[in-house]
């Protein structure tokens, strides 16, 4: 209460109605997409710090011939847990994470759309997550591979819980991605501030709601195909069994049906955060913007037609490899446009080199590095010498370290302010680049030559005299450098929320978008008063209106609100009211009124994890409770009360 | 499904536009939900196709299913999909009623609706357990097991959606303005009706047609 008058102020009657519960329930019952986000951000974090971990003890098994650190089943554990890690736990949640917190920011919307589904997919994602590291626990950790491929994983060759743990943890995390991908398309069409026409959507949140339209059309077919493996493997069908009259290539064209859109799924979600940077950073706006959301959309259709490219070993008639050889030549040219674009942005603006666009530039070498020798893998005749070899290796991390990682990074520098209130220290932040450009470097590009030397992927240890010796320590050498930039990465970010951490106020960098308008961290409501975006730069132009409530000409309040803004103001019924636009022009439509604390999300993914381990331990009860839980959790979420 | 039908939402213009959130939600949900049925019809379809043409020595034997797995009748699956499109009629006409102001009509018709999806569940799981063959002699056999199971956990799912919005109706949350998880609930069980269809057709049809 304001200690001249009995009424709150407008601002604490805000922070009251849309504030968190007290205590450790209030905690967990959160359901706004800053706790969302955060939570999303912070755990992927700390699964990339564990999937790194592993690569660092898979190149000291490999930094010298016929090393002993550990043996065989050890070396396949790691690699199948590390690229599992890194695909399903940090990169794509870490992406959905910045969205779920920024992009409703960046709107200049209060909250996702539908918040109870916004905090199941992370606990979906939590408990898929916990899920699949409990095979750590029990020694049963699956060790096929990432990309799982039959008939190595069918009952046959991979008898155990391994593989089970796998196929079971990673349909509950495409379960998480795919809720937080419908929160993110419903948030982009319809809760955009006034004047937020679809020309004025930030490209970050363009390339998020591409990517998550995406995930809508790429992850259920592989849920498919992990259903009918798993049903293999437990009831004992024979979809991949070619003794019964399956085919383990039904695997492979399920699983990359999925797998080639999910690399664009990592990629253009970083590509968004790095147009943010970039713009904030030269102070211009992007060059070309029209023709890179068009490239974003472009990749996305094309990623879709690509991926029997990843299968040009296994036989496919040569008609059919010409076709995804074309196709796969044909995605260089959106690529290249965002490219030029990023080059044309710095070239015209004046550059601030903060962390974050050192990041930035990492992310153009040697993204344009591996996209090149993606070119040369495209073609079959190359592919079938290359396949399967350390060339394969050295160029998909060229593409994902270099298009999602650097980019994660550079953004953890950028957001950071605006996520906890703190700015990572920008000395140590160079350091940390220096090391991880270097380091990654040192490590991959060697990989080249030794997947052209003949080194094959995923063998646990060579002989010497092969030549491959000095290629490999370097690449030991150069992975080491990597981790000692990630730790002082890491180092910086405790640092920056010690107590004697740098405090951020609204706008560090001089953004020009929605998010930068209200305070650092973003308070419970997001914004106090009225938005009118008028261009894709609104804290840039002189006529948007920005939701700071500051009462300067540029951002303040509206002196005459229409009615429902004032209702929004003051909420004086208690309810999460929020604006909703229409869905091209973003002209006020009507109000809804949002959820605020529930466990129920909770209680369902505990539930569905329930379900999963019944499955695992064929305890068929266990199951049946576990879905039972999931039904009657729904049921309560779906009760009537919550207007 | 538009935005006016919805209990929280507040006109700002005359009448709200557009789809609601729900709606949103929903229509991105049968996405998931056709990809998935996709993902799952790949598997006869490619398997299908993948089969020797002509016999061949050892374990693998030539058609789909091979000789000596005989294909099961058709009956009950197509009484399955007719009661489940009895039921999702019944649904829709819920809805219709409950526009008219005709709550009471509303209930009526959603619990029979509800009892109808479920008896197309019912016919389905008897129909799977009436089947001449086990789920792991081929790969056919895998696939009409599993697809016509997954065709009863869609119908499945829809008779909770409709039993869920029929408890929205007698706690008397739904009036003739505001009634868009009725409506909602109309397209995803005529949705669920639809896969599941498609489901028995993979199972039932297509081998009938690639035989010739």
Redesign the interface.
Known sequence: MSASTSRPTDVELLDHVWGARPGFVGWLGQCNHKAVGRRFVFTSFFFLLLGGAMALLMRTQLAVPDNTVMGPDTFNQLFTMHGTIMMFLFVVPMLEGFTIYVAPLSLGARDM??PR?NAFGYWAFLAGGVFLLSSFVVGAVPDSGWFAYVPLTGPEFAPGLNLDFWLLGVTMLEVAG?VA??EI??LV??FRAPGMSISRIPVFVWASFVASVMI??????????TV?LE??RK?????Y???????P??WQ??FW?FGHPEVYIQLLPAVGIAAAILVTATGRRMVGRVAVVAALVAIAILSFGLWVHHMYATGIPLIATSLFTAASFMIAIPTAVIIFSFIATMWWGRIRWYVSMLYVVGFIVIFVAGGITGVMVAMVPFNWQAHDTYFIVAHLHYVLVGGSLFPILGGLHHFMPKLTGRIMNESLGRWAFALNFIGFNAAFLPQHWLGLFGMTRRIWTYEEGLGWERLNLLSTAGSYTMGLGMLLFTINMILAHLPGGQRSGPNPWGGPTLEWATDSPAPNYNFRSTIQVTSPEPLWDHESRTGAGTGDDTGGEDPDP?W?QRQLDRPETGLR?T??T??LDAE??????LPGHSLWPLWAALSLMIALTGVLVDFWAIALIGTGGL?AS??AW???G?? | MRADRSRTVIPIRERAHGVAMGGWGLWLTIIVMVMFVAGLSAAPLYLETAQPRAPITGEVSAGWPPPGIALPAMGRAVLAIVLGALGAGLVGGALRAVREGAVRLTGILLLAGVALLAGSVVTIVLDIAAAPFSYDEHAYTSTYWILSSIGAVFLGTAVLMAAAVLVHVLTGVVDAERHLELGNATVYVWTCVALTTVLLIMVHVHPRLVAG
């Open positions: 759309p539908m589904l795919i991908a419908i398309v419903t069409a319809r809508l059309f790429a992850f259920p077919p592989l849920v498919a195909g009918l049903l293999d009831l004992g069908t024979t979809f069994n070619a003794a019964f009259g399956g085919d290539m039904l064209h399920l049906w229409p429902w009211q604006v909703v229409t869905t006020p439509d009507h109000l809804i009124t039904i729904c049921a779906l009760w009537p919550v207007e």
